[in-house]
């Protein structure tokens, strides 16, 4: 293993890593800290599967060096359990079958989890903006706006 | 799919910075929110040598809205743009257009310095500099200048900036009292990019547009004004005739692009029926403010 050495903050525990500077954050995630919840896609930036949090906002793990990441506090899917007992959203996915291959899951997971922790106030409809972001494969959404919903009820969308 | 290697550099300063984009002389790059390059990297469409981090550079994501202009640093980013009330205020044009940009987790990291210095036809941030008539302050090894936006934009993905040169600032004169904008645009799925799009801005003179500015991006090789269409739109009344006419106008004067997703006779017509949209939509919301 060659490249430097330094420390990426996730879900509350210090990894040292040894990458070279080329290293994608995504990528240091899975193969450097072993937190293999997050999944890479398309590793262009189109897809949201490699969505995580940093410092607070939802950013793709695929368009950030890991460098970049340094000092930084950084949320994946697997710190969203506590224990045993799943995350509100976690549930909700299973409760409305949001996933079928699950391969998109911890993207929308993180993704939804972070933007509604930053936008609190979010619409239904913007909250339908935000899910359009990431790209699913599988459900066709629909099963993915009802479980956002469950866990982070929206006051309705007043009629024009 | 692996980047191309590259060495990182993270500088304090803005002199540490250009001083090694000078000593590489052309291999090194500048990263900012990383939301073009990487992918550009993924394709090995670049492949720098050294990558100049800003992120630690202090003094770049300000928003400024003072009395004469408005001043954004290089490192604000889309999500800073669309928080900022004094912005909605003093130039609402700006974030309706950047409301367009990308999708979520993109508008968290992507800077507008990055926009202007990637110079995609497609992307909202130079059009609204181009049709705002805004300058871009850049510094280099051999000191500053001042750049017109519309001739930093050379062509697609071009610009007129040197190897050694960082865009610090963008800077927008004040909008008069009043001033009406518009912006439309069409893209296959909401945040991709545009295939064409619109913004306009003008004055009432009376019952009278005056000081009409149109623009389109996304359907010509680069964000450009069209002056037809501001022709068409000065002295008349703000009516569906004059605005079919601008869009008529606007239509006839471009060069649209060809690609996969869209001809230029598609282009073209949308390009019309965006911008005769948009200029009634100006008008109703002046209707609705009055109301
Ligand atoms: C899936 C996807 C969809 C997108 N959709 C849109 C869209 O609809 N509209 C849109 O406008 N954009 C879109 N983008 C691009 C996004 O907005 C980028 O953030 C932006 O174009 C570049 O900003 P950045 O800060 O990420 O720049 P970077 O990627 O860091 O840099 C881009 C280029 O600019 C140079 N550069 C960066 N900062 C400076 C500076 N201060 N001085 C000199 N050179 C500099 C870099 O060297 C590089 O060549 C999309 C991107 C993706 C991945
Ligand atoms: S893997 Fe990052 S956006 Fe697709
Ligand atoms: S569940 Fe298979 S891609 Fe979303």
Known sequence: MSGQTFQLHVNGTSYAVTAPDRKTLGDALREDCGLTGTHLGCEQGVCGTCTVIVDGRPVRSCLMFARQAEGAQIRTVEGLAQGERLHPLQQAFIDAHALQCGFCTPGFLMLIVGALEQDPDMTEDELAEVLSSNLCRCTGYAAIAKAALAAYPRPATPAE | ?291
């Open chain 2, 1 to 291: 799919m692996k980047l191309p290697a590259f060495d990182y550099a993270c500088p304090e300063t803005l002199d540490e910075a250009t001083a090694l984009l000078a000593e590489a002389g052309g291999d090194a790059k500048v990263i900012a929110g990383g939301q073009s390059l990487l992918p550009f990297m993924a394709f090995r469409l670049a492949a720098p040598s050294l990558l100049v981090d800003l992120r630690k550079i202090a003094g770049l994501d300000g928003i400024e809205v003072a009395d004469g202009e408005i001043r954004l640093g290089a490192m604000v980013r889309w999500r800073d743009i669309l928080d900022s009330a004094a912005l909605a205020r003093a130039l609402p044009l700006l974030p309706a257009a950047i409301g367009h940009v990308a999708h979520y987790q993109i508008r968290n990291r992507g800077t507008l310095g990055g926009s202007l210095a990637h110079a995609d036809p497609a992307s909202e941030f130079p059009c609204i500099a181009v049709l705002c008539g805004a300058s871009v302050d850049v510094v280099g090894a051999g000191g500053h200048r001042t750049i017109p936006a519309d001739e930093l934009i050379a062509g697609p993905m071009e610009t007129t900036l040197e190897d050694d040169e960082i865009i610090v600032a963008v800077r927008f004169p004040r909008w008069p009292e009043g001033r009406r904008w518009a912006f439309d645009e069409f893209a296959l799925r909401h945040g991709d990019l545009a295939i064409a799009a619109v913004a306009a801005a003008y004055d009432m003179d009376g019952p009278h547009i005056a000081h009409a500015r149109v623009a389109v991006m996304g359907a010509t090789d680069t964000p450009q004004r069209v002056p037809p269409a501001e022709d068409a739109l000065n002295g008349r009344a703000p009516d569906d005739d004059t605005f079919g006419a601008a869009a008529a106008a606007a239509s006839a004067a471009i060069e649209p692009t060809e690609d996969l997703h869209a001809g230029a006779a598609y282009r073209r017509a949308l390009v019309g029926t965006l911008l005769r949209r948009a200029l009634a939509e100006s008008c109703a919301r002046e209707r609705e403010a009055a109301e």
